[in-house]
Every structure is written in structure tokens, then in C-alpha cells.
């Protein structure tokens, strides 16, 4: 056997060794991709189930928050109007109901100075006496 047959023997060993692990790579590569193409199925099979009920819910969501809008429209303008109404009323009957409530306090003053009995009043030469008036700063919270 010549040098160039042994040579030749190798090189047909080496592109056998090399044409079978091409072919388990070609083998492993489908088979990956059998795998892949059957997850991509599996999981459109379950996405497209779960992406019609985040759709529904979404529209749900949706219509909820207009109800909720139209409520916050609603008591704004029930707000509006309860602060319209107080300040009405405040202005009817605040001012004649402080009138009133100041002539009660009079008239209660004067009752209750009428049936006080008098005192007499003595004077001291050179001495300042205290107010006489009832609820001065002396008598406040006693009478």
C-alpha cells in the first residue's frame, strides 16, 4: 500500500466520522425543533383562552370605571349643591339668628339683674374699688 492510498484511506475515514456527526446533529436539531413546534402549539392552545378572558375583563374594567365616573360626577354636583344650600341657609337665617340669640341673652341678663337684691354701695376716699358690673373680671364663671 502506497502513501497516497493510506492517505486516501484516512481522508474517507475522516468524512465518514464528519457525514455521521453532521447527520446526529441534523437528527438532534429536528428533533429540538419537533419539541419547539409542539410548545409554540401547546401554549397558543392556552394563550388564546386566557387572552379572551384579559379581554373580557378589560371591558368589564372598562365599563365599571364609567359607572364609577358617573357617580363621582354625580356627587360632585351633589357637593356643589349641599354647599350652595349651607351657604344659603347660612346667609337667611345666620345674621337674625345671632340677633335673636343676642336679645335672649339681654333679655336673660336683665331678668337675672332684676331679681338680684340691691347693694348698697359704700365709698372710700383715696382707694379704687372693683367694677361693679356683674361678671367683671373678679366675678367671671361665678355668677
Known sequence: MSGGEVAGILVAVFWAIL???????????AQTLKAATKLV?????????LLADASATVRSANSQLARVD???AD???????A??????????????????????????????RRNEPEQS????????????RRGGRRTRGKG
Not at 457525514?19 to 436539531?29: T, Y
Not at 356627587?75 to 349643591?81: M, R
Not at 354701695?121 to 361693679?132: E, F, M, N, Y
Open 70 to 72: 358617573s357617580i363621582a
Open 83 to 112: 354647599s350652595a344650600l349651607s351657604s344659603t341657609v347660612s346667609t337667611a337665617f345666620g345674621g337674625p339668628l345671632v340677633k335673636v340669640a343676642a336679645f335672649g341673652y339681654g333679655v336673660r341678663r336683665a331678668l337675672g
Open 121 to 132: 354701695r359704700t365709698v372710700i376716699v383715696g382707694k379704687k374699688l372693683p367694677s361693679a
Open 41 to 49: 402549539a401547546d401554549v397558543t392552545e392556552q394563550a388564546v383562552p
Open 75 to 81: 356627587v360632585q354636583e351633589v357637593t356643589a349643591n
Open 19 to 29: 457525514v455521521s456527526f453532521i447527520a446526529l446533529v441534523l437528527v438532534r436539531l
